[in-house]
C-alpha cells in the first residue's frame, strides 16, 4: 500500500523497485505499531541488541562493519553536468558516468531484501522552510534512525501534496558494505542522492548531511534562503526576551556542548536560561518583518559519544536516556547497559567491546584499546533534550539576531570578536579553520580550512557559496544578524587552554547580545571589534580568568595576523575567477589595517 497519490513520488518509487528487486516493498507510516513490528524484527535478527530496558527505556544498540565507521570524503561525489560548479573542495564526477557506474551496482541489489520506502519531513510539518524526502533503504537500522532524526511519515506528505515534484529522492542499498564500492552521491541538479555499500549513519541517513546540507545548499542559492551547518539556540534573559543565536563550527570544537549550554551559577541565579533548537544544522529565511528565521530541519540528535559525560555535556546526555539508539559504543555486560571513554573513569570489567568482542574493560584499555570507537554516536529525540525550546516546532522559525563563526586556534585568534559588516563577517566565516578530529576519516591534529564550517557539506562551487552568502547580506540590509567569530581554544606556552569553555561560554554570549542590541560598546582593531576591559564578565571564575590571562585571551599578534593574511591568499587561489571580489577586497583591507 502507498500512503499517496502523488504520480511523482510513485513512478520514482517504481522505478526504483524496478532496479533493485526486493522480495517486498513496505511503505514507513511512522505509526507506533509499525515502528515496534521493525525493532521487533531488527532485535530477533541480531541487526539490533535491545538494551536493559529498566534503566534504558526503548534504547538499542547496533554496530557497524569495523570498515564502515564514519563519513567517507574521497567517496562523497556532487555531480553536476558542469564541472566547475563543483568547485574545488568537491569531488566531481559528470551524472551520465556516475549513474552508468552504479545502476548495475543498484541492479538487483535487493534480491532477497525488504525495500522501505521511507517519507520525511525535514522541517516542522507545515512549516514553509520544511522540505520533504523519499529515501528507499533496504536497512531497518535506517527506518529506525529516521524515525528518530525527521518528522517521518505519512504526516511529510501533507507538506508535499498530490502534485508536487519538490521531493529529493533518495536511494539507498547497503549492498556487501564493501568499502572498495562505497558511494555518497549528491546529485543537485536532480534533486536525488544515491548511496550504496555503507551502513554507517553519515552516509546512509540520507536526511542528515546529504538533503539538509548538500542538497538543500543548493536549493537555498536558488530560492534564495540559506541551508548551514549552524547551531540554534535560544537565551533567555531576566526580563523574558529571548535572542537567537546560530553558530558554525568543524567538528570538535564545542558545537553541541554550546547548543546545549548550561550557564553558571551567577547566571542561572539572575534568571538566563538556554534553550536548543538545533545541534548540527540551519535552514535560514527572510521572514516578512525582512529578518532572518531559522527552522532546525531535523527532529533528533547525532552525536558523539565519547566525552559526553554529565559534566562537559549534561542535557546532551540526558537526551540518550530513553528511545535512543547506540552506535559502536561498548557494553557493560553486568547490566546490558552503554559505555564509552569519557562517559566516566571506570570502563567495566565486564564488557562488549565496539567490535563485538568480550573483554575485561579495565585491563583492555589499560593497554590503549578503546570500547567504543572514537566517532561512536547516539541518535536521540530531540523531545528529550532537558532544554529543548519550547519554538522547536514552530513553522515560521526563530529570529536570529548574530551569527557565530569558530575553530580550534590555539594562538592566533582572540576569544570573541565582531566582525564591522556583514562583508566583513562573510570573509571571517571563508576563514574559519581547524585542527582537525575523527569525525572524518583522515589524519588528527592537522590545520584545515573549513569555511563556514561548510568544507565538506556544499553542494557547489564555495566561490559561489559565499557570492550567495553576500547576496543574502543585500537582502537583509540593516537587519542582518551581527557576525562573530569565538575560539574557546586559545592556549598558553604550555599547551594548556586558558579560557574555561564549557558554561563559562555564556559570558561571551552575554556580551554578544549586548553587542547585538547595541547597548555596549567595543574596542576597534585590525581584525574587528573586540571586547573593552572588563566588558566581559568574570564574576565567579576571577582566580581563573585574571585581568592578565583576560589579555591573553583578547590579544591581537599583528605578525601572527599577518602570517594568518598569506595562508588566506594561498587558500582563495584555488577559487580563481568564482572568488568573490568583496571577499579579496576584505583581505586587502585587514592587511592595510595590520601594517598600520
Request: proline content about 6%; hydrophobic content about 35%; some cysteine.
Amino acid at each position: 500500500m502507498s500512503l499517496t497519490k502523488n504520480p511523482n513520488v510513485l513512478k520514482w518509487v517504481e522505478e526504483m523497485t524496478a532496479l533493485t528487486k526486493p522480495d517486498k516493498v513496505v511503505w514507513i507510516d511512522g505509526s507506533k505499531e509499525q515502528i515496534e513490528a521493525l525493532k521487533a524484527e531488527a532485535i530477533s535478527t541480531g541487526e539490533m541488541i535491545e538494551l536493559n530496558q529498566e534503566k534504558l527505556p526503548g534504547c538499542l544498540y547496533h554496530r557497524t562493519l569495523p570498515n564502515d565507521v564514519a563519513r567517507v570524503e574521497d567517496r562523497t561525489f556532487i555531480c553536476c553536468k558542469n564541472k566547475e560548479d563543483a568547485g574545488p573542495t568537491n569531488n566531481w564526477m559528470d551524472p551520465d558516468e556516475m549513474k552508468a557506474m552504479l545502476t548495475p551496482m543498484y541492479d538487483g541489489v535487493m534480491k532477497g531484501r525488504t525495500m522501505y520506502v521511507i517519507p520525511y519531513s525535514m522541517g516542522p510539518i507545515g512549516s514553509p522552510l520544511a522540505k520533504v524526502g523519499v529515501e528507499v533503504t533496504d536497512s531497518i537500522y535506517v527506518v529506525l534512525n529516521m524515525n528518530i532524526m525527521t518528522r517521518m511519515g505519512s504526516q511529510a506528505f501533507e507538506n508535499l501534496g498530490d502534485t508536487s515534484n519538490d521531493f529529493v529522492r533518495g536511494l539507498h542499498s547497503k549492498a556487501d558494505v564493501d568499502p572498495e564500492k562505497r558511494y555518497i552521491v549528491q546529485f543537485p541538479e536532480d534533486n536525488a542522492i544515491w548511496s550504496i555499500n555503507s551502513a554507517y549513519g553519515g552516509n546512509v541517513l540520507l536526511g542528515k548531511k546529504c538533503f539538509a546540507l548538500r542538497i538543500a545548499s543548493y536549493q537555498g542559492k536558488n530560492e534564495g534562503w540559506m541551508a548551514e551547518h549552524m547551531l540554534i539556540l535560544g537565551v533567555k534573559k531576566p526580563n523574558g526576551e529571548v535572542k537567537y543565536i546560530t553558530a558554525a563550527f568543524p567538528s570538535a570544537c564545542g558545537k553541541t556542548n554550546l547548543a546545549m549550554l548550561i550557564p553558571p551559577e551567577g547566571y542561572k541565579k539572575d534568571g538566563y536560561e538556554v534553550f536548543t533548537v538545533g545541534d548540527d544544522i540551519a535552514w535560514m529565511k527572510q521572514g516578512d518583518d525582512g529578518r532572518l528565521y531559522a527552522i532546525n530541519p531535523e527532529n533528533g540528535f547525532f552525536g558523539v559519544a565519547p566525552g559526553t559525560n554529565s559534566k562537559s555535556n549534561h542535557n546532551a546526555l540526558e537526551s540518550t536516556m530513553k528511545d535512543t539508539i547506540f552506535t559502536n559504543v561498548a557494553i557493560n555486560n553486568d547490566d546490558n547497559t552503554v559505555w564509552w571513554e569519557g562517559l566516566d573513569k571506570n570502563p567495566p570489567e565486564n564488557a562488549t567491546e565496539w567490535k563485538g568482542e568480550k573483554v575485561n574493560g579495565k585491563e583492555y584499555t589499560a593497554a590503549g584499546n578503546k570500547l567504543a570507537h572514537p566517532n561512536s554516536r547516539f541518535t536521540a529525540p530531540a523531545k528529550n533534550c532537558p532544554c529543548i525550546s519550547p519554538e522547536f516546532d514552530n513553522p515560521k522559525g526563530v529570529p536570529v539576531s548574530a551569527i557565530i563563526f569558530g575553530g580550534r586556534r590555539a594562538a592566533t585568534t582572540p576569544l570573541v570578536y565582531q566582525s564591522f559588516d556583514w562583508t566583513h563577517g562573510t570573509y571571517i566565516g571563508s576563514a574559519v579553520s581547524s585542527e582537525t578530529t575523527a569525525a572524518a576519516t583522515g589524519a588528527v591534529g592537522v590545520l584545515r580550512h573549513d569555511p563556514m564550517a561548510m568544507k565538506p557539506f556544499c553542494g557547489y562551487h564555495m566561490g559561489d557559496y559565499w557570492a550567495h552568502w553576500l547576496e543574502m547580506g543585500e537582502k537583509l540590509g540593516d537587519k542582518a544578524p551581527k557576525i562573530f567569530n569565538v575560539n574557546w581554544f586559545k592556549q598558553d606556552e604550555n599547551g594548556n587552554f586558558i579560557w574555561p569553555g564549557f558554561g563559562d561560554n555564556m559570558r561571551v554570549l552575554d556580551w554578544i547580545i549586548k553587542r547585538c542590541e547595541g547597548t555596549i560598546d567595543a574596542d576597534e582593531t585590525a581584525i574587528g571589534y573586540l571586547p573593552k576591559k572588563g566588558d566581559i564578565n568574570v564574576e565567579g571564575i576571577e582566580d581563573e580568568v585574571t585581568p592578565e590571562v583576560m589579555d591573553k585571551l583578547l590579544a591581537v599578534d599583528k605578525d601572527l595576523w599577518k602570517k594568518e593574511v598569506g595562508e588566506m591568499r594561498e587558500f582563495y587561489k584555488q577559487f580563481g575567477d568564482k572568488l568573490p571580489k568583496a571577499l579579496s577586497n576584505e583581505l586587502d583591507k585587514l592587511e592595510e589595517r595590520l601594517n598600520k
